[in-house]
């Protein structure tokens, strides 16, 4: 899982961007413990905030986790828009 939050400047066509990751899940049926992902930001800004999720899948070869080359399964939404 992945969360991205970015302020945006357009007025001076700049942005600040924040990502965190976390750490590769197993794909069965056990119970995950709860998680936290941050996307640190100017808590002050006045800018427009724009927020992300994502997930990519891995493969398991060898004992090695490659993330899948075609990323058809993988999913980016949108999940915040902020406008001071």
């Known amino acids: 899982m992945s969360l991205g939050g ?10 600040n ?3 965190e990751q976390s750490a590769i899940l197993p794909h069965d049926t056990s119970v995950q413990p709860a998680s936290t992902l941050t996307a640190s930001l100017n808590a002050a800004s006045t800018l427009p905030i724009v927020g992300v999720m994502g997930g990519e899948f891995f493969q398991e070869v060898n004992a090695e986790m ?8 993988n999913a980016l939404a949108v999940v915040l828009v902020d406008q001071v």
């Open 17 to 19: 961007f924040s990502m």
């Open 66 to 73: 490659y993330p899948l080359k075609n990323g058809s399964f």
């Open 6 to 15: 970015v302020e945006l400047d357009f007025e001076e066509r700049s942005f």
